[in-house]
């Protein structure tokens, strides 16, 4: 059997810890090239998962493969996307899709003229809670969804490696990093309506204070240049509001991670997930005590990339939906900045 090959862009910490091992357990695919601005970086990874090329070119690792996985800081997503695109190469990038709208639309023409796939990876789909929520909510259990509540929620947790906190490298912090899975999912839950307004407001005071109290590691405040905790509220065309909000840093009793929807005939919350309803003349709250396909989420995504480059299944991902999520993310920092509600108009 020929095997679907695959190069890795970004031989950082969720290339080495989630995705080279996700793809080992498929064995359509093989990774067969890597590269990093840090070719030490990508040699370490090339001998200890016994990788065949290291890259130092990026045309070059593209005229060797058939997909390439984007697993750069947020800044170089786009740009490696749409040249992998344009050399005829599949293409699943890390999230968020890219720093901005204006990106994501490049992202998508270079997809639709090539005809490749463009998927990101927005793994919270993949959680069997995720996809038993998705099929609860398609049935019409819970009618038309009318209010969601996101809440990505950490308690003094800033990630204290890598470049989340660099506003060039991101684009932002906690709402691009974290908020934009429990936003994304949120939106494929409910049918992908587009945003049209949002209103936001960004802080980043606690992580600029001294000494910091933070569970993941040492910020210094100096450097610190993103926003740790965001609020927002979005207006969906389908008529549906979203209350977001997302922290890093939070002065909170303990994380919280969750997604509640309020539907014209009942509710549903994600994380745990329980269904919420009015019937025979009682309130009921049904707790789910089995799920089916208990598999691990990055080995489903990278399962279902693979087939997709394949032929054999349609994406679970509509390019535009990300980028509904971009939109949204770009337009809460720009609401943050002028202190007032954003139009989306794209
Ligand atoms: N899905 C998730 O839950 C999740 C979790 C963490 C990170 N991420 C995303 O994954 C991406 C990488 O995050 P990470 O934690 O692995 O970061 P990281 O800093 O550990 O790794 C990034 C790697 O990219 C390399 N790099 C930087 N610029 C490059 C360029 N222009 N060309 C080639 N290589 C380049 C760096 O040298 C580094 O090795 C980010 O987009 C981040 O948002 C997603």
């Given at each position: 059997?020929?095997?679907?090959?695959?190069g890795?862009?970004?031989?950082?910490?969720?290339?080495k810890?989630?995705?080279?091992?996700?793809?080992?357990?498929?064995?359509e695919?093989?990774?067969?090239?890597?590269?990093?601005?840090?070719?030490?970086?990508?040699?370490?990874?090339?001998?200890?998962?016994?990788?065949?090329?290291?890259?130092?070119?990026?045309?070059?690792?593209?005229?060797?493969?058939?997909?390439?996985?984007?697993?750069?800081?947020?800044?170089?997503?786009a740009?490696?996307?749409?040249?992998?695109?344009?050399?005829?190469?599949?293409?699943?990038?890390?999230?968020?899709?890219?720093?901005?709208?204006?990106?994501?639309?490049?992202?998508?023409?270079?997809?639709?003229?090539?005809?490749?796939?463009?998927?990101?990876?927005?793994?919270?789909?993949?959680?069997?809670?995720?996809?038993?929520?998705?099929?609860?909510?398609a049935?019409?259990?819970i009618?038309?969804?009318?209010?969601?509540?996101?809440?990505?929620?950490?308690?003094?947790?800033?990630?204290?490696?890598?470049?989340?906190?660099?506003?060039?490298?991101?684009?932002?912090?906690?709402?691009?990093?974290?908020?934009?899975?429990?936003?994304?999912?949120?939106?494929?839950?409910t049918?992908?309506?587009?945003?049209?307004?949002?209103?936001?407001?960004?802080?980043?005071?606690?992580?600029?204070?001294?000494?910091?109290?933070?569970?993941?590691?040492?910020?210094?405040?100096?450097?610190?240049?993103?926003?740790?905790?965001?609020?927002?509220?979005?207006?969906?065309?389908?008529?549906?509001?979203?209350?977001?909000?997302?922290?890093?840093?939070?002065?909170?009793?303990?994380?919280?991670?969750?997604?509640?929807?309020?539907?014209?005939?009942?509710?549903?919350?994600?994380?745990?997930?329980?269904?919420?309803?009015?019937?025979?003349?009682?309130?009921?709250?049904?707790?789910?005590?089995?799920?089916?396909?208990?598999r691990?989420?990055?080995?489903?995504?990278?399962?279902?990339?693979?087939?997709c480059?394949?032929?054999?299944?349609?994406?679970?991902?509509?390019?535009?939906?990300?980028?509904?999520?971009?939109?949204?993310?770009?337009?809460?920092?720009?609401?943050?900045?002028?202190?007032?509600?954003?139009?989306?108009?794209?």
């Amino acid at each position: 059997m020929t095997k679907l090959k695959i190069g890795i862009l970004g031989t950082g910490e969720i290339a080495k810890g989630r995705h080279i091992p996700a793809f080992h357990h498929v064995k359509e695919a093989s990774i067969t090239a890597v590269m990093d601005i840090n070719e030490e970086r990508a040699q370490n990874v090339a001998n200890t998962f016994n990788i065949e090329h290291v890259c130092t070119d990026l045309g070059d690792m593209l005229g060797k493969i058939d997909a390439l996985l984007i697993t750069t800081p947020n800044k170089f997503h786009a740009p490696a996307a749409i040249q992998a695109l344009n050399a005829g190469v599949h293409v699943m990038c890390e999230k968020p899709m890219a720093l901005n709208t204006k990106e994501c639309e490049d992202m998508i023409a270079a997809a639709e003229k090539s005809c490749k796939v463009l998927t990101i990876a927005y793994h919270y789909r993949f959680m069997k809670e995720a996809r038993a929520a998705k099929r609860i909510i398609a049935s019409g259990e819970i009618g038309e969804p009318l209010v969601i509540r996101i809440k990505a929620m950490r308690r003094r947790k800033v990630p204290g490696w890598g470049v989340f906190t660099n506003r060039d490298l991101q684009g932002g912090g906690t709402l691009i990093d974290y908020g934009c899975h429990l936003l994304d999912l949120a939106l494929w839950l409910t049918g992908s309506s587009k945003p049209t307004e949002v209103s936001g407001t960004t802080y980043n005071h606690v992580s600029r204070q001294k000494d910091l109290v933070n569970e993941w590691g040492t910020i210094n405040p100096a450097t610190f240049e993103v926003e740790d905790h965001a609020t927002a509220f979005i207006r969906l065309e389908s008529g549906a509001t979203v209350m977001l909000e997302t922290s890093w840093a939070a002065n909170i009793f303990q994380d919280e991670e969750t997604i509640s929807i309020s539907g014209t005939k009942g509710g549903l919350d994600v994380f745990p997930l329980r269904v919420n309803k009015a019937e025979n003349g009682v309130l009921l709250n049904s707790d789910v005590t089995w799920m089916p396909e208990d598999r691990p989420f990055e080995i489903l995504q990278a399962e279902h990339f693979v087939q997709c480059c394949l032929g054999d299944c349609v994406p679970l991902f509509d390019a535009y939906e990300s980028m509904f999520v971009s939109s949204i993310i770009e337009s809460v920092y720009e609401s943050a900045k002028i202190g007032r509600s954003v139009q989306i108009k794209r």
